[in-house]
């Protein structure tokens, strides 16, 4: 890859989306430094697999530190997020759209301060899973832009203090809904102003 990024010295965007592979940020800084200087927009993510639990996160931990220095902290104030699965180190720079997936298990750590971060996860627009709200999730993490949500009732109770608002929400789906949660459903419709779809998977009569 050093190979021919040095014949693009006017690059001024670079998007990067690895698999199997994992490059450490003191060699990022250093084909940036030597070869990129014009670069302004920086969008990495890289994903590897493994079967070791122990190194994977001596790996991990590693690779999150080579990206701490003053070059990614405070110069260009390149931030990264490193999820830490039972198999699987996935890392990406915050400018990237969160992933709804790793929110919801495993560990994550960041380089930056707390408030990037909860604008890194305030970008997650989608949720898909129905069990993502049965899962743990970071008490200061806040959902505020979903727009397609799909959902199994009854929510649980943090849902409310994870989700403040649906104000953009424009696609529902209910699975397995049933009459006993009618005041549930009620709930969420009275605070989606902008819902255009409903999509109701019944498990009982209306």
Request: hydrophobic share 40%; proline share 3%.
């Amino acid at each position: 890859m050093t190979f021919f990024l040095q014949s693009t010295p006017n690059l001024r965007h670079l998007d990067i989306n690895m698999r199997y592979n994992l490059i450490h940020g003191d060699h990022w800084e250093h084909i940036i430094r030597s070869y990129l200087q014009k670069l302004k927009i920086f969008r990495l993510k890289m994903k590897v697999f493994s079967r070791n639990k122990q190194l994977i996160k001596e790996v991990a931990e590693n690779l999150l530190d080579s990206f701490r220095s003053s070059f990614w902290i405070s110069e260009r104030q390149w931030f990264v997020r490193c999820f830490i699965g039972e198999s699987v180190i996935s890392l990406n720079t915050l400018s990237n759209k969160a992933d709804p997936y790793e929110t919801i298990s495993g560990l994550c750590k960041y380089t930056c301060s707390d408030d990037n971060y909860r604008k890194y996860y305030n970008s997650v627009t989608v949720i898909s899973d129905i069990t993502f709200f049965n899962r743990p999730i970071p008490s200061n993490i806040y959902l505020s832009n979903i727009i397609h949500l799909h959902i199994r009732l009854p929510v649980n109770d943090r849902f409310w203090s994870i989700v403040p608002n649906l104000n953009k929400l424009k696609t529902l789906t209910l699975v397995y809904y049933n009459d006993m949660f009618e005041s549930e459903l009620q709930a969420i419709l009275d605070r989606a102003p902008h819902l255009t779809t409903l999509t109701i998977r019944q498990n009982a009569s209306l």
